[in-house]
């Protein structure tokens, strides 16, 4: 092997000037819970008139809404407006949405590929052309599959970049493959969720926030984490006199909109839902007939909640009996226009199958799922693959490193991370990593694991369209284009009714910077799969899928979304037919006879869970409306509407502690890490005293990131202590605490 690419001595590295690349002014369309039309259609009209438009989706989030690239003669890109016709997003981007123009005239983006060498006994980073680093990469890929088999080569992924690359690894034979999304995101409520009605909750979830008439948000910050089409049909729900009820230890944005703040004690939610229950089911206010007609093990239920009562509840989650049976008589006068909403990132406690089983189960009480003003029946229309090959069938993949996890979906990160580190009962060895379109250091927890993992790897490459945390690890990295410089998969999605839309690129990709699809094609064809990859452009690959389904590429360009009819039956229950549902039983499991096979409880059962030492406070950490994750945090336009993260820090403890408002101070939590940078207090009500608060996705420790470079705190390298659910895999990332440091721990080493 290289001796440049010994892993035992890689070092974290800094991207130079070597690989590293005029804000153009935008506004959102959306504030939080508002918006002015009127603006809108003024700045529609005026930028109509005139740029040219090109049709995309946005790819700062996963909500994908679809929009208009608007470019002046120069080719400069100036602004993003949403589609009128697109049910993502109704015609309205989100701050993040608008925000993208800042992803394109990123001065500080990857600009060349670059390949780790050592100058003067200290490694770094060099310029190299595509040919060589492709090169490379196709070498090492290879040794790494003579020698071990194709299945030792893992891809961590997200995003649109991450499906070119999954193609790519399947063609070879590798089925290594993971994401954050799942294990470190909302795995836990797919699995709950699929365990009581058969369903993954999916992407967007099919929540009918717009006829809803009480809507429950348990630690879900709609209008922070703004996916959009709900933050638009809850303004328009709080408008038409819905309930709103939020169950946070934090008034969130959401929370300040309610009729109900229940500001519950961390950790404890399984226990007020399970009062919620015992509440519904002793005041008989569940829905009787649905219950009768779709549910299974309803007794059983009954029995296993009769203890857990408000009075029961109220030692545990500080929340007083009247308030629980209030706001359970508020859901039941709702229903079945009612919604506990199944949250998004919900890897908290190590139970959290369960507490997603439980906001499950409440549904199923309150006759919420099929129902207008509950859950919708989601629909998509299914996108023809491109013709290529039958896959290869690998030895193993992602089900065998996580074979102990059994109601496990897709691939989980950490046990791929855990597979890089030689043992001796390691039958699934990874020798080599790709890692494109996530920030490993920022959405995996557990650094330790990390860079064991990575010192371990025989080779690592990086694909991003910025010098992230991660890249500094990397032998390679490549620069990828943005999502407005390039085609990309048909973007077709689960909602009321289905839909695709296209994205075709607006400009020319800027630098060196190249797109995911021809990056895999480029290595496939080095690997001698090039059959996989029988196109010269992606764009014909969308011209062949447009074709076969009735539509052209000629038309998208014009529309951007084209909406389709409903073909699955229609989005709610028809109240005279009998429905099955797609369970083992064709029920609403209430009772788990799978769960209770595997050895898992078959109801939820509440767990007690550690609780901060003295001096300690739980860590809490959340999203803001304007950045996704630790993507955002350098883009010029988002980083001016928020350039660090705060610490909320209630009164009580600011007192103690003689905090102030806009004072630096460094934490530490219960193994002895101490964050790298200080982060500002922010002293405020809204945080119960046991708890401290921070947004995600900051604290970066690349200083080519000229903008994010040492701003806040990054809660993801505080979090060393993880719950894993023993049902599914999910790492549960909030039984950490911390310690507020008012003096530099670090000035000892600075000096």
């Not at 009128?84 to 990123?106: A, E, I, N, Q, S």
């Not at 109601?407 to 990160?413: E, K, S, V």
């Not at 991660?470 to 943005?482: I, K």
Request: glycine share 8%; aromatic share 10%.
């Amino acid at each position: 092997m290289n001796k440049l690419m010994i892993t035992s001595r890689r070092k974290f590295i800094k991207i130079s000037a070597l690989g590293l690349g005029s804000v153009a002014a935008t506004t959102s369309a959306i504030n939080v819970f508002g918006a002015n039309s009127y603006l809108d259609d003024l700045v529609t009209k005026k930028v109509s008139n005139e740029f040219k438009r090109t049709a995309t989706y946005c790819e700062v989030c996963f909500w994908k809404c679809a929009a208009w690239t608007y470019t002046n003669e120069e080719g400069e890109i100036k602004k993003i407006i949403g589609n009128d016709d697109d049910p993502h997003c109704y015609g309205r981007l989100c701050p993040r949405g608008t925000g993208g123009v800042g992803m394109y005239t990123d001065e500080d983006r990857l600009k060349t590929p670059l390949i780790r060498t050592t100058v003067n006994g200290e490694e770094t980073f060099r310029k190299a052309s595509w040919d060589e680093a492709l090169d490379l990469i196709a070498s090492k890929f290879k040794g790494v599959i003579d020698t071990h088999g194709p299945e030792s080569l893992a891809l961590i992924k997200h995003g649109a970049p991450g499906a070119h690359l999954e193609h790519l690894f399947k063609a070879f034979g590798s089925d290594t493959i993971a994401e954050p999304a799942y294990a470190q995101c909302r795995g836990p409520r797919e699995t709950g969720f699929a365990a009581t009605f058969g369903s993954w909750v999916g992407s967007p979830e099919p929540t009918d926030i717009r006829d809803t008439k009480c809507l429950v948000l348990i630690g879900s910050h709609i209008g922070e984490n703004m996916h959009n089409s709900q933050v638009q049909e809850m303004s328009d729900a709080i408008d038409n006199g819905a309930t709103i009820i939020t169950v946070d230890p934090r008034l969130s944005t959401a929370a300040s909109k309610s009729k109900y703040w229940l500001a519950i004690k961390p950790a404890t939610d399984i226990a007020l839902m399970l009062s919620w229950m015992n509440v519904l089911i002793e005041e008989e206010l569940y829905d009787k007939d649905y219950v009768k007609k779709y549910g299974l093990g309803f007794d059983k239920l009954k029995e296993h909640v009769r203890k857990y009562t408000p009075e029961w509840a109220y030692g545990i989650t500080t929340i007083k009996p009247e308030d629980i049976r209030k706001t359970a008589r508020e859901m039941a006068h709702a229903a079945p226009a009612v919604i506990i909403h199944p949250g998004r990132h919900v890897t908290w406690y190590g139970d959290d199958t369960q507490r997603a089983r439980a906001m499950a189960i409440l549904n199923g009480l309150l006759g919420s799922w099929g129902r207008r003003g509950g859950f919708y029946f989601k629909e998509k229309i299914k996108v023809p693959k491109f013709p290529h090959p039958k896959y290869h069938h690998p030895k193993w993949g992602w089900k065998e490193i996580g074979e102990k996890y059994p109601l496990a979906q897709m691939g989980i990160t950490t046990e791929v991370l855990k597979a890089a580190i030689p043992s001796e009962d390691n039958k699934y060895p990874v020798k080599a990593l790709m890692v494109a379109g996530t920030n490993i250091t920022k959405s995996i927890p557990n650094r330790k694991l990390l860079e064991k993992a990575i010192e371990s790897l025989d080779f690592m490459v990086v694909l991003d369209t910025m010098p992230m945390d991660v890249t500094g690890y990397a032998d390679v990295v490549l620069p990828e284009c943005t999502y407005l410089e390039r085609f990309d998969y048909i973007r077709s999605a689960t909602n009321r009714e289905p839909s695709i839309a296209v994205r075709i690129p607006a400009v020319k990709p800027k630098y060196d910077s190249k797109p995911a699809w021809w990056v895999a094609k480029q290595i496939g064809e080095r690997l001698g799969v090039g059959e996989y990859f029988n196109y010269t452009d992606f764009k014909e690959v969308i011209e062949w899928q447009l074709k076969e389904m009735g539509t052209s590429l000629e038309e998208m360009e014009k529309i951007g979304v084209k909406n389709y009819p409903r073909k699955s039956g229609p989005m709610y229950l028809d109240e005279n037919k009998t429905y099955e549902f797609p369970t083992i039983s064709g029920k609403i499991e209430f009772y788990s006879q799978e769960l209770k096979d595997l050895g898992f409880d078959p109801m939820p059962k509440y767990t007690v869970h550690p609780e901060p030492p003295q001096g300690f406070y739980r860590l809490n950490y959340g999203r803001a409306p304007m950045h996704t994750f630790s993507r955002t945090a350098n883009n010029p336009n988002l980083n001016d509407l928020k350039d660090e993260n705060n610490l909320w820090v209630n009164p009580k403890v600011a007192r103690i502690l003689d905090l102030k408002t806009g004072q630096e101070v460094w934490l530490k939590n219960q193994d002895d890490v101490t964050s790298t940078f200080p982060i500002k207090v922010r002293v405020t009500e809204r945080i119960r005293w046991d708890s401290v608060y921070m947004v995600h996705g900051f604290g970066h420790q690349n200083p080519k990131l000229s903008r994010a470079f040492g701003k806040g705190i990054n809660d993801t390298q505080l979090i060393s202590q993880v719950t894993v659910d023993p049902i599914m895999g999910g790492t549960g990332m909030r039984g950490n605490f911390v310690a507020i440091l008012t003096e530099n721990p670090h000035k000892n080493l600075e000096a």
